[in-house]
């Protein structure tokens, strides 16, 4: 491994300890931590728009674990930053858990197992595809989900019983990250915005 890039790895692995990130590592069950770390590997591969970390936090609440989604998207922009260095550093499976066990001593041992096992199985597939994810700057689309509403309550007399579209679009930022991003617009609105689509649907079948 490259001196840069042991650097590089370094930083990565001490970001484990920065803020109590391993500690919250600890909280989060083996099969949770498999399925956050299996979602970042297809989105370092550009299977997946981002890691829904809003879902994923929800469930693991409700199985009885106190972690906040906050706590969590860290630590999987920490674990994807730790999968792109290593892909780009070309390591062996041996080579980062190897740097793991030098570097962060606090780390549950069923981690490092998933690691391992995610690494082993899908790590070489993302060390191509690298150089094209650090290219992007902008976030990606999802999904986009509306529903009507009436006005029940104003300051005005007039607003009441308005109608309204609640419109939340769904986007993974460039880290990967997905958020739900919500806002209304009145029924002339969302029309004018339901028009623009459909320009943009006519140019499209023109390309």
């Given at each position: 491994?490259?001196?840069?890039?042991?650097?590089?790895?370094?930083?990565?692995?001490?970001?484990?300890?920065?803020?109590?990130?391993?500690?919250?590592?600890?909280?989060?069950?083996q099969?949770?931590?498999?399925?956050?770390?299996?979602?970042?590997?297809?989105?370092?591969?550009?299977?997946?728009?981002?890691?829904?970390?809003?879902?994923?936090?929800?469930?693991?609440?409700?199985?009885?674990?106190?972690?906040?989604i906050?706590?969590?998207?860290?630590?999987?922009?920490?674990?994807?930053?730790?999968?792109?260095?290593?892909?780009?550093?070309?390591?062996?499976?041996?080579?980062?858990?190897?740097?793991?066990?030098?570097?962060?001593?606090?780390?549950?041992?069923?981690?490092?197992?998933?690691i391992?096992?995610?690494?082993?199985?899908?790590?070489?597939?993302?060390?191509?595809?690298?150089?094209?994810?650090?290219?992007?700057?902008?976030?990606q689309?999802?999904?986009?989900?509306?529903?009507?509403?009436?006005?029940?309550?104003?300051?005005?007399?007039?607003?009441?019983?308005?109608?309204?579209?609640t419109?939340?679009?769904?986007?993974?930022?460039?880290?990967?990250?997905?958020?739900?991003?919500?806002?209304?617009?009145?029924?002339?609105?969302?029309?004018?915005?339901?028009?623009?689509?459909k320009?943009?649907?006519?140019?499209?079948?023109?390309?």
């Amino acid at each position: 491994m490259a001196a840069g890039s042991a650097v590089v790895l370094a930083r990565a692995l001490e970001a484990l300890d920065v803020g109590g990130a391993a500690d919250k590592i600890t909280l989060i069950p083996q099969d949770f931590f498999a399925e956050l770390c299996e979602q970042i590997i297809q989105h370092l591969n550009h299977k997946i728009p981002g890691v829904n970390t809003a879902e994923l936090c929800q469930r693991i609440q409700t199985s009885g674990i106190e972690i906040n989604i906050g706590d969590l998207a860290k630590i999987a922009n920490i674990v994807s930053f730790l999968f792109s260095t290593a892909a780009r550093s070309n390591l062996s499976t041996e080579e980062l858990i190897t740097a793991l066990g030098n570097a962060v001593s606090v780390l549950p041992k069923h981690a490092v197992q998933v690691i391992r096992h995610v690494w082993n199985e899908q790590g070489k597939s993302i060390s191509v595809s690298e150089d094209a994810r650090n290219t992007a700057t902008v976030g990606q689309f999802v999904d986009i989900k509306w529903k009507l509403g009436v006005a029940m309550s104003s300051d005005s007399c007039r607003s009441l019983k308005y109608p309204y579209v609640t419109v939340t679009l769904k986007v993974a930022d460039p880290s990967g990250q997905i958020t739900d991003k919500s806002f209304e617009m009145t029924v002339p609105q969302f029309k004018n915005f339901f028009r623009q689509f459909k320009e943009m649907a006519a140019v499209l079948e023109t390309v």
